[in-house]
């Protein structure tokens, strides 16, 4: 794209940020599915949540993996491949970051041009330099710690994206800028002493797993700690304890099953460790604050 062509760039601190969710949703790739390369005309967010593939953005390209986040500034040419065996699942969130900087509306389908000589710079949300005395500056990519507690609101914007209702633009404003300010701490400073590593790999496990026993005393064993101090690690790293952790995880691969897949109710929750289907609805309209039915006829409507 011609410098002529270029979006304006706005001076602004953090706490200047007023963000408008204008699109958010998840989209499975197809094995070795192509896409790009193509210019947004907002601010994208990616977080690569299941899979792996290939990121080119700019002109730096990416071994894209399971956990990676990445920040693509509008108007930069970015193109995505996903992998043949495991292909990539995007968790996908669009912000103007000072609105009103761009005409574009919630749910506009046009948020990425495919052809750089149409791209109207008059569509497209102001880029940000941040004036912050601390020189924060959102970087293209960063590797999440499993269970990163400063993921949940981003996760969550795109729950609550498909909802109608009062107050929904404000929910929206609150949870992804909630996540921003905690995004961006994390990437000055990504080693930060509330993670530890061996919390880390029981995490990993829990997110993996499908058994509904978290063994806490085993892992205590093989982490060589007392039972009592890696409840006190784990809810020090996660907020939570490993039995809720590991409910969390399960409900969050039903929600992919019913995203992604035709599986009937019945099968997820016998696949995931639910004692039985009653069990599991409990669950998961504690946790969704909808049923299974709903929240997949949800999303089957978006798409």
């Given at each position: 794209m ?11 601190q ?24 193509r ?13 792996r ?39 996908s ?87 921003l ?22 995490v ?10 978290p ?34 995880c ?32 409990r ?11 709903e ?9």
């Open positions: 011609s410098a002529t062509r270029q979006p304006q760039t706005k001076t602004a953090l706490n200047e940020i007023h963000s408008r969710i204008v699109s958010a949703n998840f989209y499975p790739f197809k094995p070795g599915q192509h896409v790009g390369p210019l947004p005309y907002v601010h994208l967010f990616i977080y690569i949540s299941a899979g593939g290939t990121m080119k953005i700019g002109e730096d390209v990416w071994a894209a993996e399971t956990g990676d986040l990445y920040y693509i500034a509008p108007g930069v040419s970015h193109t995505f491949i996903a992998a043949q065996d495991d292909p990539m699942v995007h968790a969130v669009y912000a103007d970051l000072l609105s009103p900087s761009t005409p574009k509306q919630k749910g506009d389908p046009q948020l990425n041009c495919h052809n750089a000589g149409e791209y109207d710079v008059s569509l497209c949300a102001a880029r940000v330099q941040f004036t912050d005395a601390d020189g924060i500056a959102l970087p293209v990519r960063v590797r999440a710690p499993r269970g990163a507690a400063w993921l949940e609101p981003y996760l969550a914007v795109i729950e609550a994206y498909p909802e109608q209702g009062i107050g929904d633009d404000a929910l929206l404003r609150s949870l992804f800028e909630t996540f300010v905690r995004y961006v701490r994390f990437a000055r400073k990504p080693y930060e002493t509330w993670y530890d590593p061996r919390i880390g790999r029981m990993d496990w829990l997110r993996h797993t499908e058994t509904a026993d063994c806490v005393k085993e892992w205590a064993g093989k982490l060589g700690i007392s039972v009592a101090y890696l409840y006190e690690l784990f809810r020090k790293q996660t907020g939570t304890s490993p039995q809720t952790y590991l409910l969390k399960r409900l969050d691969k039903a929600k992919t099953y019913l995203r992604e897949t035709n599986m009937p109710i019945t099968e997820i929750a016998y696949t995931l460790g639910f004692s039985s289907p009653h069990y599991f609805a669950q998961f309209g504690k946790h969704a604050q909808e049923s299974a039915s929240y997949r006829r949800r999303f089957r409507g978006l798409s």
